[in-house]
């Protein structure tokens, strides 16, 4: 499966650290609600199980299951960009890291606001690497995927299979509560307030450019 190469070169220079910006404030953003206690969105309580049944960190356990996933765009024939291995590679390592610089706060609303400033910032991060061009999360390119395979409108698609992965986390031990409930009604239009101000432009009708429309119309992890 190769990586796509990149269609235009069009600000380069502000896409890359872009993607690099929003990779990383996502990754932290995700170690901020799993130290909140509050529930975490669906594929980070999958993780989260995961970590408590298999061991590993649940940072790793978002690296694994991204490259899983990736490798289920082989039969459907999506192609992934330098965004897409980058999410790969960064955004697990990066809530680790948040994970192991960061305590759980001890009352409930420091919790409560560590909770609502996670899922504001994983907007942020979400308009970020959408935004810069750089290709669509694995989450994201399984999403549109079966979207394009199925005929099925993306928000089934997107609904069925998160639904999947948040009743597998929880029966493997992960977290849901009041923030799966809140990151699931505030992501998609958190992502849409911020994507304006976060797109690189480039020309009109590219590859990249459909796929940031699309994706933003139904955002969740990368």
Not at 92 to 119: F, N, S
Not at 159 to 183: D, K, M, N
Not at 187 to 211: K, R
Request: charged share 10%; aromatic share 4%.
């Amino acid at each position: 499966m190769a990586v796509r190469v990149l269609g235009d070169t069009h600000a380069l220079g502000r896409r890359l650290p872009q993607l690099a910006v929003g990779l990383v404030l996502y990754g932290a953003s995700m170690g901020l609600m799993l130290r909140s206690g509050l529930g975490l969105d669906p594929w980070d309580v999958l993780h989260q199980g995961l970590q408590r049944s298999i061991g590993l960190s649940v940072g790793a356990w978002v690296t694994i299951m991204g490259a899983l996933v990736l490798l289920l765009w082989i039969p459907m024939r999506q192609r992934p960009g330098v965004g897409t291995v980058a999410n790969v590679a960064v955004i697990g390592a990066a809530m680790d890291l948040t994970l192991r610089l960061l305590d759980a706060p001890g009352g409930l609303p420091a919790r409560i606001a560590l909770m609502v400033g996670a899922v504001l910032l994983n907007g942020l991060a979400t308009g970020l690497y959408i935004g810069a061009r750089l290709g669509p999360g694995p989450r994201d390119g399984l999403m549109t995927g079966l979207h394009r395979r199925t005929g099925r409108s993306l928000r089934l698609v997107r609904t069925g299979i998160e639904v999947t992965v948040l009743v597998a986390g929880i029966l493997l031990g992960g977290t849901a509560g009041v923030g799966t409930v809140l990151y699931a009604l505030a992501i998609g239009p958190l992502a849409q307030l911020f994507l304006p101000w976060c797109t690189v432009p480039g020309p009109v009708g590219t590859q990249a450019e459909t796929t940031a429309e699309t994706t933003a119309q139904t955002p969740r992890k990368g």
